[in-house]
Structures are given as structure tokens and as C-alpha cells.
């Protein structure tokens, strides 16, 4: 049986959904000979440490009932840098203006020669090579499926599942958001505005979601992707961005009478990065609905692949930090 002492770093709606899934899946993790330890639970306030162990459903119950798993006065970084683990669970709040405390994080622990897995999508917006590259020249796993599309598999699937293939492009829709929006305002032949209003009283849209309807969080993922599939050195600026706000009911009504849907489509290649509203046939693969995400593959020897999933959701993304985590240590 293989040890592995983790912490979670950032304790949000993604990082509960990690602990939810740890023990969850803790038989299966053991029949896989690998023992998950969670040695320090973080949020903005403190922690909870154990050498031994935190318990996971006391962290759980003691967020929801005080707001806070704070034990102990100590940050993440200080965790990262004083106690003794080898895996880092990277989930605090994306900010791809300055990578917030996730990159501090990150390159704090490649400096220990830890592994990291993230969903935190800021800090390889901003920085990929150089993290990628630090890893490397540390020793450290640096793996990072649950910053593009939730539990929906795309990097790894390309990268493993697709290796060899030479992938001449990726495009889809990787904003729940968006498509829930765009979707509800097609079925009620309603307005941006309030489908908006709905999204966000369902939780479904943040309390300010710029970064969703302007296409922004979309144009951070296909970075990640342009860099992880392509080899490319990219960031946000290079990316061609039109989001939703300007969607009628009208415009999407004239469309479906034409067979068609408008969807946010994201698309990547190493000639071009653009995300954009785009007039998708019905029957199309990419035509999904609701808050559905999806990813078209288009490859050299196996023609168009499409993958379909969640791409939000505390445990759905949690499915896919559980994923790297498996595939770090099952390797080993």
C-alpha cells in the first residue's frame, strides 16, 4: 500500500467537492494499493492540520455550520512550506490578472519538489511554461484536467488516450453558464437579462459573471489547451473574444427556424484562438444543451471525436483532480 500525504489548499465549493469524493472513493483508492491521506484542510481563515490524517466529514460539517475548517491560524503557503506531504490539491479562487495565491502556491511547492493537482485555471493562464518547466526541473507531477472542463475529460484524453494522434484542432463549448443561458432564452423566447437573473438566483451564474458572458473564463481554457496540446506559448491577450451579451431572442429564434442553434464556441489550433458566438446545425454533436459542456477533437488518424460532461459542479470537477491523482500514483 502507497502513502500519500496530501493537503487541500482552498476549501471553496471545488475543494469540499474533493473532500466529498476522497471518501466517497476511499474502498476504491485501497484496492488500488494507494492509502489518500489528507494531512491539512485550508481555507481563507486557517486550517486543519493532522500528521495522521484529518477527518474529512468533521472539515465538511464544521464549514457548513461555522463557514470555516480554521483550527489553526496558518496559511497555504506556510502549510505547503513547513509540513511534511507529497501532494498539493490546488483549489483555490482563479485569478488570471495576477494568479492569486494559487500560483505562490504552485511554485512554492515545486521549490519542495511536491506534486501538484489543480483546478485553478489563473495561474496557467498566466504562467503555464514556467510552471510546467519549474515542475520538471523539480521532479514534480503537475497535473491539471479540472481547469478546462469539469468532469469532462479533454487534456488527458488528448494527450493519453489519444497519443500518437496528431489533433489539428479543439473546439466545443466550455462554458456551463453561457449555455444554460443561451439555451433558456431559446425555450422561453425570453431576454439575456433575465435568463440571466434566473441563471444566477439557480446559482447556476456568479453574483458577477463577467468572466462567463463575456467569454473570458472560455478564452482562459483554450490558453490551457492551446499550451497542454499544442505546445504553444500563449496567454490571454492572444485570444480572438466575443461573449453573449448582445444575444436577442429574435437572433436565436431566427436560427432554430433555420436549423441552427447559437452557441458559444470556444476553438483552438496552432494557427488561431477565437471564442465567439457560432451558428451550430441542431443535429450537430456540439449542440448540447442546458449547462452541458462539450469538446470536438479533430485528428489526423481518427477523424472528429466529441466528449460530453458537466463542466461545473463541486464533485463533477472533484472527479477530475480524483483522475490525476490516480494517474500520478498508479504510475508510481
Do not use: W
Not at 511554485?107 to 519538489?113: I, R
Not at 431566427?254 to 451558428?279: F, Q, T
Amino acid at each position: 500500500m502507497k502513502t500519500v500525504r496530501c493537503s487541500i489548499i482552498g476549501f471553496g465549493a471545488i475543494g469540499q467537492g474533493v473532500a466529498e469524493v476522497l471518501l466517497m472513493k476511499k474502498e476504491y483508492l485501497e484496492n488500488m494499493g494507494l492509502d489518500v491521506r489528507v494531512i491539512a484542510v485550508v481555507d481563507s481563515k486557517g486550517a486543519t492540520l493532522s500528521p495522521e490524517g484529518v477527518n474529512l466529514a468533521d472539515c465538511l460539517a464544521r464549514k457548513r455550520e461555522k463557514g470555516t475548517v480554521a483550527l489553526e491560524k496558518i496559511t497555504g503557503l506556510e502549510v505547503i512550506k513547513s509540513i511534511d506531504h507529497e501532494l498539493v490539491i490546488e483549489t483555490t479562487p482563479t485569478n488570471i490578472e495576477t494568479g492569486g495565491a494559487g500560483l505562490q502556491n504552485m511554485l512554492a511547492a515545486f521549490e519542495k519538489g511536491l506534486d501538484v493537482v489543480t483546478s485553478n485555471k489563473g495561474p496557467l493562464t498566466l504562467n503555464y511554461r514556467d510552471l510546467v518547466e519549474t515542475a520538471k526541473a523539480a521532479g514534480s507531477k503537475f497535473r491539471f484536467e479540472a481547469t478546462v472542463g469539469g468532469s469532462m475529460p479533454v487534456i488527458n484524453f488528448a494527450k493519453e488516450v489519444l497519443a500518437g494522434n496528431n489533433i489539428r484542432s479543439v473546439k466545443g463549448i466550455l462554458n456551463g453558464t453561457c449555455n444554460y443561458i443561451l439555451t433558456r432564452m431559446l425555450e422561453e423566447r425570453a431576454s439575456y437579462t433575465d435568463i440571466l437573473a434566473e441563471s444566477m438566483e439557480l446559482g447556476i451564474a456568479e453574483t458577477d459573471p463577467t468572466y462567463d458572458v463575456e467569454g473570458i473564463d472560455t478564452a482562459c481554457k483554450l490558453v490551457i489547451l492551446a499550451n497542454a496540446i499544442f505546445g504553444l506559448d500563449t496567454t490571454y491577450g492572444d485570444v480572438d473574444v466575443t461573449g453573449i451579451t448582445k444575444i436577442t431572442p429574435e437572433a436565436l429564434e431566427m436560427a432554430y427556424e433555420n436549423g441552427h442553434v447559437i452557441k458559444l464556441i470556444g476553438e483552438v489550433s496552432r494557427d488561431r484562438i477565437h471564442v465567439a458566438p457560432r451558428l451550430v446545425p441542431i443535429n450537430h454533436p456540439l449542440a448540447v444543451g442546458g449547462t452541458l459542456n462539450v469538446a470536438s477533437l479533430d485528428t489526423e488518424l481518427a477523424g472528429e471525436i466529441t466528449v460530453t460532461g458537466r463542466g461545473a459542479g463541486s464533485v463533477e470537477t472533484a472527479s477530475a483532480i480524483l483522475s490525476d491523482l490516480v494517474s500520478i500514483y498508479r504510475e508510481q
